[in-house]
């Protein structure tokens, strides 16, 4: 990263000693997402008044760019599996000709039985984790995601946190290219 304040941003690009590299903090809505009220910031959507929800965790729409997109003046491969349930352990690799940093994205869902179960909306995915790697080219990164019975609750209908039994997934991303996704059984 660049640590000398008089040296012009240009210059750490073109050394490629300015590693950039950046993943979407908001959902980016496509443009029918104009004719919904924009004072009504309720969350989950409404099918009976065909309101699409909001943010990555309920918006039913096609965003023209999702939450954590991510764009990158390298390439990366990601492997994921299963370690001691529900751990996730990753490698991520810089397939790339250039060093460069890759954000890795943990999200958790309920499964569709347990959705089906529930008396309330569920997010459709919600970020639990993440981690930022920075990795030379040709070079692999390992770890763990620790996952937590607190990871995998959800909000009930009076705002309080429970465990629900059931199937659950986790999915990781890196914003860009296939997801590795997890059925897990609490």
Request: hydrophobic residues 35%; proline residues 8%; charged residues 15%.
């Amino acid at each position: 990263t660049h640590t000398h304040t008089n040296t012009p941003p240009f210059y750490y690009l073109y050394t490629n000693s300015w590693f950039h590299s950046s993943q979407l903090p908001v959902t980016i809505y496509n443009a029918s997402f104009d004719n919904v009220d924009m004072y009504n910031f309720r969350m989950p959507p409404d099918p009976a008044s065909s309101y699409p929800g909001r943010t990555y965790r309920y918006y039913t729409g096609n965003p023209t760019f999702e939450f954590g997109t991510g764009l990158s003046y390298t390439t990366f491969s990601m492997r994921c599996t299963l370690n001691v349930s529900p751990n996730i352990a990753c490698d991520v690799t810089n397939t790339g000709p250039r060093a460069g940093d890759e954000v890795v994205m943990l999200y958790h869902s309920a499964g569709s039985t347990l959705r089906a179960k529930l008396t309330h909306p569920a997010p459709i995915k919600q970020l639990i984790n993440f981690f930022r790697v920075h990795l030379l080219p040709g070079q692999t990164e390992h770890f763990l995601f620790p996952v937590s019975d607190n990871d995998l609750m959800l909000v009930n209908e009076s705002g309080v946190k429970v465990l629900y039994h059931g199937d659950h997934v986790l999915r990781v991303s890196r914003g860009v290219g296939p997801d590795s996704v997890f059925n897990v059984t609490v």
